[in-house]
């Protein structure tokens, strides 16, 4: 028997996140059809804002209601340092910490030739361009995951960046091998900040 066609499109939905297949996806469907009416509506309200409220800051790449970003826009912060991550979330667990006072360059991804993903596939020509154009950025953190696609992205980018006389540094590994950062705790983060090491 098969699910009516809103009941299957809806898994076929659901089952386009990450890490969801057909059994994850089928629950919440169903547990969608028991939410309250008010609660769907501002569930798909909340998707659709977010696809058309955000965007990427043109400078850094993070998400943004506004571009530039508050981060990119904050005289207050160490125009001296970019941090670079791997991807938005990063930012938010950096920030959280409260200890790293720099900017930022997200580069939406890493190196992954296995997944047909090159250095045209990712942020990176932007990141060598603001460097280029800045001349206050004295120092470029490395905060990529500690996998073999992040140390790999790490390396491309030091490689391309120690030319022009920027130091580069490496997040310290106070993240394990394997982690991603946003699943780290904030002291491990601070540690790791603190602890970087030169490329």
């Known amino acids: 028997m098969q699910y009516p066609e809103p009941i299957a499109k809806l898994i076929d939905s659901f089952m386009k996140l990450p890490g969801i297949g057909y059994k994850t996806a089928t629950r919440l469907a169903f547990f969608t059809l028991d939410m309250e009416k008010d609660d769907v509506t501002e569930f798909a309200k909340a998707l659709i804002s977010a696809q058309r409220d955000l965007s990427f800051c043109s400078i850094c790449g993070n998400i943004t209601e506004d571009d530039p970003c508050d981060i990119c826009q904050d005289p207050s912060r160490d125009q001296k ?4 991550v791997e991807d938005s979330k990063d930012v938010m667990s950096m920030e959280q910490m409260k200890e790293y006072h720099g900017l930022y360059h997200v580069l939406h991804g890493v190196l992954s030739p ?4 090159g250095p045209e596939d990712i942020n990176i020509a932007a990141l060598l361009t603001r460097l280029q154009k800045n ?3 004295k120092e470029v953190i ?3 995951n500690a996998t073999p696609e ?3 992205t790490a390396m491309y980018i030091s490689r391309l960046v120690k030319p022009s006389g920027i130091k580069v540094t490496r997040l310290a590994h106070g993240l394990s ?3 991603d ?6 002291m491990t983060l601070y540690k790791a900040v603190e602890g970087r090491t030169e490329m």
Not at 81 to 84: I, R, S
Not at 181 to 186: G, H, P, R, S, T
């Open 81 to 84: 340092a970019v941090l670079v």
């Open 135 to 137: 001349e206050a950025i």
């Open 142 to 144: 490395i905060a990529t």
């Open 181 to 186: 950062i946003e699943y780290a705790d904030q």
């Open 177 to 179: 091998v394997g982690s």
């Open 150 to 152: 992040g140390e790999a």
């Open 114 to 117: 296995m997944d047909g993903k």
